[in-house]
């Protein structure tokens, strides 16, 4: 049974900017009543009001908080009947920077976004979902969720757990018509890269090739309503990908190739 967006309630995290904000015009767009959860949720009312969107309630919070969390099940309570029928997880942040020679809050601050929260939210959102028609929880992971790079490893340690809580939830909630739809894009052009976290300014990351936000988002949206479970997008991403899992030693001879470093990184305020 495909997911239909017209009258249908969805949770997104992370919908100020870059894909979560594409996904959300998108979904309203189709008829979708969104609710839109940011830390910066007056940017959400600039580009409701200047666009025209109707169907998009703006919350404001951090996920990692317990606090947002209920208030976004008091919304979908009050408001919608308690019913959910999508809950997107896409809020992120990241750092750039040997493991080595990060602080231990970095690796602390991913996970807690990328992971914890995700997880806690699902946990909460569950019985809403189940009462939703045709619902899916679409997790918004990376193609560094299936192979992970060098100075990136608290980022790739939080998109590998939720690429394996995912494949785990997949199995746990079939039997009521959950669908967990997995989404891996490869390097994004977005404003992730101008937050990361307890890095050195001048680091440089290396990706293969880039999309736009409105491109993800447009096939995010596609394999939601297919209701499909995992896709992974671009070229690079793919090569990465099934490379790996064709010939994992030749995958760990390239990416160990990497310039000399001739000074650490160094820690930004956060």
């Given at each position: 049974m495909p997911w239909k967006a017209k009258d249908s309630v969805a949770v997104v995290t992370g919908a100020s900017s870059g894909i979560g904000k594409c996904l959300t015009q998108q979904l309203a767009d189709h008829g979708c009543h969104?609710?839109?959860?940011?830390?910066?949720?007056?940017?959400?009312?600039?580009?409701?009001?200047?666009?025209?969107?109707?169907?998009?309630?703006?919350?404001?919070?951090?996920?990692?908080?317990?606090?947002?969390?209920?208030?976004?099940?008091?919304?979908?309570?009050?408001?919608?009947?308690?019913?959910?029928?999508?809950?997107?997880?896409?809020?992120g942040i990241g750092g750039i920077g040997r493991f080595a020679e990060a602080s231990p809050d970095r690796l602390r601050q991913i996970m807690e976004v990328n992971f914890f929260a995700p997880a806690e939210l699902t946990r909460l959102l569950l019985p809403s979902l189940r009462r939703g028609s045709a619902p899916v929880i679409?997790?918004?992971?990376?193609?560094?969720?299936?192979?992970?790079?060098?100075?990136?490893?608290?980022?790739?340690?939080?998109?590998?757990?939720?690429?394996?809580?995912s494949d785990s939830l997949r199995a746990e909630l079939a039997a009521d018509g959950i669908q967990i739809t997995l989404v891996s894009p490869s390097t994004t052009k977005s404003e992730f890269f101008d937050?990361?976290?307890?890095?050195?300014?001048?680091?440089?990351?290396?990706?293969?090739?880039?999309?736009?936000?409105?491109?993800v988002a447009n096939?995010?949206?596609?394999?939601?309503?297919?209701?499909?479970?995992?896709?992974?997008?671009?070229?690079?991403?793919?090569?990465?990908?099934?490379?790996?899992?064709?010939?994992?030693?030749?995958?760990?001879?390239?990416?160990?190739q990497r310039p000399v470093k001739t000074a650490p990184a160094k820690s930004s305020d956060h």
């Amino acid at each position: 049974m495909p997911w239909k967006a017209k009258d249908s309630v969805a949770v997104v995290t992370g919908a100020s900017s870059g894909i979560g904000k594409c996904l959300t015009q998108q979904l309203a767009d189709h008829g979708c009543h969104v609710i839109a959860v940011a830390r910066r949720a007056e940017r959400i009312k600039q580009w409701t009001a200047s666009r025209g969107f109707g169907g998009v309630t703006p919350l404001a919070g951090d996920i990692t908080n317990s606090e947002v969390r209920s208030n976004i099940r008091s919304v979908i309570e009050t408001d919608h009947k308690g019913k959910l029928d999508l809950l997107v997880n896409n809020a992120g942040i990241g750092g750039i920077g040997r493991f080595a020679e990060a602080s231990p809050d970095r690796l602390r601050q991913i996970m807690e976004v990328n992971f914890f929260a995700p997880a806690e939210l699902t946990r909460l959102l569950l019985p809403s979902l189940r009462r939703g028609s045709a619902p899916v929880i679409c997790n918004i992971c990376s193609v560094l969720g299936h192979r992970a790079v060098p100075d990136k490893s608290e980022y790739c340690a939080s998109k590998f757990a939720m690429h394996g809580w995912s494949d785990s939830l997949r199995a746990e909630l079939a039997a009521d018509g959950i669908q967990i739809t997995l989404v891996s894009p490869s390097t994004t052009k977005s404003e992730f890269f101008d937050s990361l976290i307890d890095t050195d300014p001048n680091q440089q990351s290396r990706s293969l090739g880039h999309w736009s936000p409105q491109k993800v988002a447009n096939r995010t949206f596609d394999a939601i309503c297919r209701r499909r479970s995992e896709v992974i997008l671009s070229l690079g991403g793919k090569t990465l990908v099934y490379l790996d899992r064709l010939a994992p030693p030749l995958m760990n001879k390239l990416l160990a190739q990497r310039p000399v470093k001739t000074a650490p990184a160094k820690s930004s305020d956060h």
